[in-house]
């Protein structure tokens, strides 16, 4: 039923009934009838692959009475230790597993809305049987290629099976292109090292520069912060954080430079001018395995650093000195760049311009610079699949690239879907309906046209562990088990390893919890019901493996292992064969100009963008300050929360709030840092609510007067407000944790060649009233 068809639409039911619908769903969540009684029966012991952040942390699980009652890391572990013999660990994230697993606030069963728009819960056969229903009736109607995937992290790999090969869907939105660091994952592909470009080889490193990264806060397992501390006790390596924000990174730090937000490509070819004039580069490297190396010697004369520092407010002296230590320090020397730089309308220069250093010393695959990781070969889906099938959605062309409507976008050249055009493809009848596997889009960008948008939309599936913006409005809730529930496998590259590919696996510590399935049972049940529904026998492709541990036992059979023999022993990770360094032979070339790549260069050449790197200021694409928003803001992660997911835990916004010293508050939701200066002339203090405003929206947070954050700049976290699964209000639109989500400030700027959300907004802040 369309909205655009009849008079009863989903908005008109959402409207009308979902305050009822969400407060009797949301009733029986809020009601607790978990046990509260303590456990007492034997404590035994099982393994974990922690997967808040999606990084693999392992966890030692302490069960009783099919509770887990205590979570530690697993010692030696590839992304939760700093190597062999050391301790792993866990992040306030990852040890908050326990608390999820058991969370009363959870999605406890699966929901079908009705046609009257109540929210019903129903067993798991039927809402099978009506998921296979109504996507049949909606590809009928519509179209299975305007069903949009939107699946963050499963703990499956047959997401892509299920709606791009079955279904025949071949939108998707990637968490990591476009929502996450799409210039720094894209450019790395395109500049030859791959998206792990990211990631240096810290152990071996003796000059690490954390660019727009706050490494020892927010990691990405937590053997990168270990990684760090051990380069500089060990090595006594030089650490540099340039970030505007004085981060705890930062105060670790040997060199601070307080960067002028969005102007990292200027600070970049100014260190590449001084390296080059001071002939400080790896001439035999350039000469032997580069490209394009006089358009970047030519870009990069242009950046003296006296004009670097006029446009980054940095000091010429310093970014002669961290240029020179670079490159002295080169090859065993490594930047560690990913969502800082890259969440900009000019992130791809600046990611450009930042990945270009590596190639100018000739740090790439040498011990303690950029590190080409490895990976196991698992077996794929196609190779241990025992049967045919079609893949259906081979031959059909993504909207973006599809119609006219989008010319307007140079990123339809590079990618298939931007995050923030979604709401203007569901008024454009492109896209009509949207799979939410783990994830939010509420709040990855431009949250008031997505709400809308999925109000609009035909069929909104949700797969979820809690009630947040989507699942409250969705057409079918399915409750998905939590990672201690699930047999998960891990088959990483950057890790306290360098020198090993490895491999982590562990089958479920408990039972699922309430009548929740993990989503390998989910998504089979889905396709099950679609054979019985559609008598197409690809439908049946699951049926070859009883369980998830059957499937990824054959994920493994190129490796000679199997889950049992992963998740038993003392540990539940195993290191593999043993790669070198500088692995990429003779004909490997660096790409510092992207000419060659033709796809950028069409996509450049619209935005009006050179294909070498250059230098390209703040507001040549997303917002400017002003008069009315004179303030820059942008949001931030925390170690504390990962994407929304884990907002809800009171234990979490308690730890948040203390670490922020106001825990003697209340508010219990994001902070607004800024600087003394601008807190004064709007007559704020720390502890005050504030309404933060942009063009686009509003709303309200607590304030944090600090001298750590820029003046002029302001930042929060993100993943708050409306997305949460606490309720306060009536109507299912208001109901909100404390705090707001950033993105409501958001409209549709982004990065034009990736289409990754711009999270720079001019902006401006006044007190709300309250304290
Ligand atoms: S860094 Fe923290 S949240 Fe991420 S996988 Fe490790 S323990 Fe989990």
Not at 20 to 35: E, M, N
Not at 561 to 589: A, I, K, M, P, V
Request: charge should be negative; include cysteine; charged fraction near 25%.
């Amino acid at each position: 039923m369309s909205e655009r068809e009849g008079t009863l639409t989903r908005r008109n039911l959402l409207k009308t009934a979902g305050a009822a619908a969400g407060a009797a769903a949301l009733g029986g969540c809020l009601s607790g009838d978990g046990t509260d009684s303590a456990p007492s029966g034997e404590l035994s012991t099982a393994f974990g692959n922690c997967w808040m952040c999606s990084h693999n942390c392992g966890q030692k699980a302490y069960v009783q009475d099919g509770t887990v009652v205590n979570l530690t890391g697993v010692d030696g572990h590839p992304r939760g230790s700093a190597g062999p013999d050391t301790e792993g660990t866990l992040c306030p994230k990852g040890l908050a597993q326990l608390d999820k697993t058991h969370d009363p606030k959870r999605i406890k069963e699966p929901h079908i809305r009705d046609e009257d728009g109540t929210l019903r819960k129903v067993d798991w056969e039927t809402a099978f049987e009506e998921t296979a229903k109504r996507l049949v009736a909606f590809a009928e109607e519509n179209g299975s290629e305007t069903f949009l995937d939107a699946t963050s992290w499963a703990e499956t790999s047959i997401f892509r099976t299920v709606w791009r090969d079955l279904y025949g869907s071949p939108e998707r939105i990637s968490r990591g292109i476009h929502v996450c660091a799409g210039p720094t994952f894209v450019t790395g592909g395109m500049m030859g090292v791959g998206s792990n470009n990211r990631v240096p080889d810290y152990q071996n490193s003796e000059y690490i520069i954390a660019w727009g990264r706050n490494i020892l806060n927010s990691f990405a397992g937590q053997f990168e912060a270990k990684g760090v501390l051990e380069a500089i006790e060990e090595n006594g390596a030089t650490l540099v954080t340039i970030d505007p924000q004085h981060t705890i990174t930062a105060q670790k730090s040997d060199e601070w430079m307080p960067i002028e937000p969005r102007t990292d490509g200027a600070l970049a070819l100014a260190m590449a001018n001084v390296i080059i004039e001071e002939e400080l580069y790896d001439e035999e490297f350039v000469e032997n395995h580069t490209y394009g190396f006089e358009a970047y010697r030519e870009a990069a004369a242009e950046m003296p650093p006296e004009e670097a520092a006029e446009i980054t407010g940095l000091d010429a002296d310093q970014i002669r000195r961290v240029a020179r230590g670079f490159a002295e320090a080169a090859p065993q020397a490594g930047i560690s760049v990913w969502t800082g730089t890259a969440q900009a309308g000019n992130g791809w220069k600046a990611t450009q311009n930042i990945t270009a250093l590596n190639g100018l010393v000739g740090n790439i695959d040498r011990p303690g610079g950029l590190r080409l990781w490895k990976y196991p070969a698992t077996a794929s889906f196609g190779q241990v699949c025992e049967e045919d099938y079609t893949p259906r959605a081979e031959y059909k062309e993504p909207a973006l690239k599809k119609y006219d409507e989008y010319s307007d976008y140079p990123v339809r050249h590079i990618e298939g879907i931007a995050h923030n055009l979604v709401p203007e493809m569901v008024d454009n009848d492109h896209i009509n309906g949207i799979v939410c596997h783990h994830d939010d889009p509420l709040k990855d960008g431009n949250a008031d046209a997505w709400i809308e948008a999925i109000e609009a939309m035909d069929l909104v599936i949700s797969i979820d562990a809690y009630w947040n913006g989507v699942s409250r409005r969705a057409d079918i809730v399915l409750p998905e088990a939590t990672q201690l529930e699930k047999d998960t496998l891990g088959t990483g590259n950057w890790s306290a390893y360098p020198n090993h590919k490895w491999i982590t696996g562990s089958k479920a510590a408990v039972d699922p919890q309430w009548n929740t399935k993990p989503d390998f049972d989910i998504l089979t049940g889905i396709a099950d019901a679609m054979a019985e529904r559609t008598d197409n026998d690809d439908w049946t492709i699951f049926q070859q493996w009883d369980s998830h541990e059957e499937y990824i036992d054959d994920q493994l059979s190129t490796l000679d292992l199997t889950l049992e023999e992963l998740d038993s022993g003392e540990t539940n990770y195993e290191l593999l064969e043993e790669y070198d360094y500088e692995q990429y032979g003779e004909d490997f070339t660096f790409r510092f100009d992207l000419d060659q790549v033709s796809s950028f260069a069409t996509a450049a050449e619209e935005a009006g963008m050179d294909t070498a790197p250059e230098w390209i200021s703040p507001g040549t694409y997303g917002d400017s300050t002003s008069e009315e928003y004179p303030l820059e803001f942008t949001d931030v992660r925390s170690v504390f929360f990962s994407h929304g997911s884990n907002q809800p835990h009171e234990r979490l916004q308690d730890q948040f709030a203390k670490r922020n010293q106001l825990s003697e508050e209340d508010y219990r939701g994001n902070y607004l840092y800024l600087h003394p200066r601008d807190a004064e002339e709007r007559g704020i203090e720390t502890g005050d609510l504030v309404t933060i405003e942009s063009k686009s929206g509003s709303g309200d947070l607590m304030a944090i007067v600090t001298e750590r954050a820029r003046p002029g700049f302001v930042t929060s976290q993100y993943g708050f407000g409306q997305t949460s699964a606490i309720t306060t209000g009536e109507d299912a639109r208001e109901r909100s944790a404390d705090g707001m989500n950033t993105m409501t400030l958001h409209d549709t700027q982004m990065d034009p060649i990736t289409g990754q959300v711009d999270r720079h907004i001019a902006v401006d802040v006044t007190p709300a009233g309250g304290d």
